[in-house]
């Protein structure tokens, strides 16, 4: 039996779902209910993580459902049902089969978790928890979205390969909206505290910044089926977990903007700080001219999706 009665919802136990629930449950931070539209899915894999259990030794019950009334007392829920992206297609592509899985996934979560906080993972990313917020009307700063995390993780990796140094004493600085207009700072970007200006010369940086945006097409291309899940599903974990135990992680993430940045009205990457009662803080950094500018083009490009396609 689970030694915590903290509850963890994750939506979709697919590719992302069933990779942040597995992770999740080596955390030792709660019960963890995957929920499927089809319900064999989400019980066969919850089994499957459960008997697990001794080999890695977790503390938790696992379950599967397709029913929203067992996701009830839920701290976080992490959505990740939906499509994923095939070759050839990018995020956006996806705008109109996942809104309508957003919107009734929303509604079951509204009536059953309504005190819960959302972390999205649904592609296209910062569409989708805009709509998220939308539909379940939950106050901003508990719905959020994760990609920022992933993508400084993505950043951090094709670093330290450069460096040719450890993962762990990378910390990098990824903003913008999860998809072709993200921002990578480099400005931002430090190896243990050392500046990468002054690690790496500009053109490896400029090509870390373009593998990092295109990130996770250099996958979907790979795969041939689907798209990335074990770093996707781990950072949602990791966000989750900052929600459950209030760690306050300051970490880029999704989050409505109200006149920050020079943006209003839009989930955008940027910093918050990340606790129990969601984003609890957005830090504003000082950026150079350029580096605004692309953050606004990026956040511009999806309010304009949101009114022309989402109809917002
Ligand atoms: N309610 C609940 N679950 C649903 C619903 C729904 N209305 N519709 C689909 N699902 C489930 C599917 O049954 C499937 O198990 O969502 C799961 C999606 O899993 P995958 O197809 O494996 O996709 P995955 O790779 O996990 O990606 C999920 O995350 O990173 C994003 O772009 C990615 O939008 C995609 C999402």
């Known amino acids: 039996m689970s030694r915590t009665n903290k509850k963890i919802a994750v939506i979709g ?6 990779t942040c629930a597995f992770v999740l449950a080596q955390m030792k931070i709660g019960q963890v209910v995957m929920l499927d539209i089809y319900e064999g899915f989400a019980k ?62 929303g509604e079951g979560i509204k009536e059953h978790a309504p005190d819960s906080v959302i972390i ?63 921002v990578p700072l480099p400005s931002y970007t430090t190896v243990s505290g050392i500046p990468i200006t002054q690690l790496l010369d500009d053109e490896t940086i400029r090509k870390i910044c373009e ?10 291309k790979l795969l041939e089926r689907g798209s990335a899940f074990y770093a996707p599903g781990s950072a949602a974990a990791i966000m989750a977990e900052s929600v459950i135990q209030d760690r306050k992680r300051l970490i880029p993430a999704s989050t409505l903007l109200s006149g920050e940045y020079g943006l209003d009205d839009v ?28 953050l606004q083009k990026s956040g511009n490009f999806y309010k304009e999706q949101l009114t022309s396609i989402l109809g917002y």
């Open 120 to 182: 999205m993972v649904t592609n296209p990313l910062d569409l989708m928890t805009y709509h998220m917020q939308k539909v379940t009307g939950f106050p901003k700063e508990r719905v959020v979205g994760q990609a920022g995390v992933l993508d400084s993780a993505r950043m951090t990796h094709f670093i330290a390969e450069a460096v040719g140094c450890s993962e762990e004493d990378v910390s990098a600085m990824v903003l913008g909206g999860h998809g072709d207009t993200m």
């Open 211 to 220: 593998r990092t945006a295109s990130g996770g097409g250099e996958i979907v």
């Open 13 to 18: 136990a697919g590719n992302v779902g069933a």
């Open 267 to 294: 989930y955008i990457g940027v910093p918050v700080i990340l606790g129990s009662t969601g984003v609890e803080k957005i830090i504003e950094l000082e950026l150079s001219s350029q580096e605004l500018e692309s």
């Open 44 to 105: 066969g894999k919850a089994l499957d993580m459960s008997q697990n259990a001794n080999v890695l030794n977790y503390d938790g019950t696992i379950t599967g459902t397709s029913n929203y009334e067992d996701i009830a007392g839920s701290s976080v829920v992490v959505v990740t049902s939906g499509f994923p992206r095939q070759p050839g297609m990018t995020r956006e592509d996806l705008i109109g089969k996942n809104a309508e899985i957003v919107r009734q996934v």
